[in-house]
């Protein structure tokens, strides 16, 4: 047990560390913190407003959040970042107790760590969007109702959860829970008590917002936001039907050899709900047209869970945590890699490897093989697993500290508003990307007014900021 708290709390430390070495990050970030931020300013915690316009592109959960780390006087971006990771570490917590209750001690660790240390869920644990409150709530909503016997309190906290998962992302959440309702279908009294408690979370704020809001609140969130977004390409996000197969294996890397031994084995009998239940996610997202990588989020602990369960049953495991572990070499180019990735697109950056980047690879390969030579002695799953998330969480460590300033320098709108703060009534947006935008009004606190010809201000520009030192 002791244990088990001493890799909670190493997992933490991973996790929080770096929360504030980079500004905020894309188009969304900047806006969901505005929201909240706003929330917290105004005392309206109701409708959500973006530099004093009504904004429904998501329902409240994450601005609570956010607003809540505002209240208690975090400074920024501790104010929005913290919140999310906290819930995340709290989630891991409970997603390592309910599977030791169901399946064993070893497993619960394995899929816990392989969660923990997978890449997808880690940078959403460290950045304040909708995806990892919502996957949170939600799949501890799943395992409270599908895990053990359907008591009346696991039946109500299971309401309760999936109640606070709609108001994350809305209508998802019960079109992803739909496989539990028919799973314990039989157990209807249980399953409306279930309902009643999901609806008493949920409903207030969305009668609350149509009663303040009207019919507007309803064509944003609904119509747009979830219908059109599914149905059609007319939010830019469309991609093929595979795109999540790709998405996936770079989610759960670098455990991403381990997903073969799912399909190596006859499968375990008490998988077949969570198989039903990733399939059913996975079709879901594939036949939406706009598709982005945080959708499949949710899936992240049923397909850790398969994998642990699935790795424990092979007699040649031992291999393909060897091939994992050696996938941690590649951390430096990764970390080369990775700003360019967020500016332009993967197939844009550009790389080369200082160094620094050379002597943490050798590294790399001396752990590799060390790793590799321990799991000779054949070592109990939940051992090897642990050691290979340390050797991850090390990883992680050593990509914060070098990606995350470049990141900051390099992406974010922060250092370029630091510079311009004093002076920011003579600047106006000229051309500039969208996501430097969003992150210029966050940091104004305003909506920055536009250039209009001849109004002798200085213009903020994608060039402007280049030649500043920062690229936008």
Same mark, same amino acid.
């Given at each position: ?14 996790? +929080? ?8 990050? /894309? ?30 592109? =998501? ?20 104010? *929005? ?7 995340? $570490? ?16 070893? $497993?619960?660790?394995? #899929? ?14 460290? +950045? ?12 501890? #909503? ?11 309190? @696991? ?12 108001? /994350? =992302?809305?209508?998802? #959440? ?20 279930? #309902? ?55 989610? $759960? ?7 073969? *031994? ?13 198989? +039903? ?16 990588? /945080? ?126 703060? @004093? ?22 606190? @305003? ?12 213009? +903020? ?9 920062? =690229?936008?």
């Amino acid at each position: 047990m002791r244990r088990n708290w001493l890799l909670l709390f190493l997992l933490a430390i991973v996790y +929080i560390y770096g929360l504030d070495r980079a500004g905020m990050l /894309g188009p969304d970030e900047p806006r969901y913190a505005a929201v909240g931020l706003e929330m917290a300013r105004s005392g309206d915690w109701v409708t959500p407003r973006l530099w004093g316009e009504a904004w429904f592109e =998501k329902p409240p959960l994450l601005y609570w959040l956010v607003g809540a780390g505002n209240t208690a006087g975090l400074p920024d971006p501790w104010s *929005a970042r913290l919140p999310v990771a906290m819930v995340s $570490i709290a989630f891991l917590a409970f997603f390592f107790r309910e599977l030791r209750r169901e399946w064993n001690g070893e $497993i619960a660790l394995a #899929a816990s760590m392989m969660l923990a240390t997978s890449a997808g869920w880690l940078a959403f644990s460290q +950045i304040a969007v909708t995806d990892l409150p919502m996957s949170a709530a939600l799949f501890a #909503a799943v395992l409270l109702a599908v895990q053990g016997e359907l008591t009346l309190r @696991r039946a109500a906290l299971s309401g309760l959860l999936l109640g606070l998962a709609a108001l /994350g =992302k809305g209508l998802v #959440a019960l079109v992803l829970f739909a496989p539990v309702a028919w799973h314990r279908r039989a157990e209807w009294r249980r399953l409306g008590v279930l #309902a009643a408690l999901s609806a008493a979370t949920a409903g207030p704020w969305y009668a609350a917002c149509y009663a303040v809001n009207g019919w507007p609140f309803v064509e944003e969130l609904f119509v747009k936001h979830h219908f059109a977004r599914f149905a059609t390409g007319e939010l830019l996000h469309e991609q093929p039907f595979w795109f999540y197969l790709p998405v996936l294996a770079g989610a $759960i890397f670098p455990w991403t050899p381990l997903a073969g *031994a799912v399909f190596v084995r006859k499968p375990e009998p008490r998988l077949g709900f969570w198989w +039903i239940w990733l399939s059913w996610g996975f079709l879901f997202f594939s036949l939406s047209r706009n598709k982005l990588p /945080g959708y499949v989020l949710p899936l992240a602990p049923a397909l850790a869970l398969i994998m642990a369960v699935a790795v424990s049953r092979m007699p040649n495991a031992r291999a393909l945590l060897a091939a994992a572990a050696f996938l941690l070499i590649l951390t430096p180019l990764i970390t080369q890699v990775l700003p360019g990735a967020l500016l332009s697109g993967l197939t844009r950056a550009e790389f080369l490897l200082d160094g620094t980047d050379l002597l943490a690879g050798a590294g790399a390969l001396v752990a590799w093989l060390a790793f590799v030579y321990w799991l000779g002695h054949k070592p109990p799953l939940a051992a090897s697993v642990t050691a290979l998330g340390l050797l991850m969480g090390g990883a992680v460590l050593y990509a914060k500290a070098r990606v995350l300033p470049v990141l900051d320098r390099e992406v974010s709108a922060r250092p370029y508003w630091l510079s311009i703060a @004093r002076e920011a009534d003579r600047y106006c947006l000229g051309e500039v990307r969208r996501a430097w935008v969003y992150g210029l009004n966050y940091y104004a606190g @305003r909506s920055l007014p536009a250039c209009m010809e001849g109004d002798g201000r200085h213009r +903020i520009t994608t060039e402007a900021i280049e030649k500043s030192g920062s =690229k936008p």
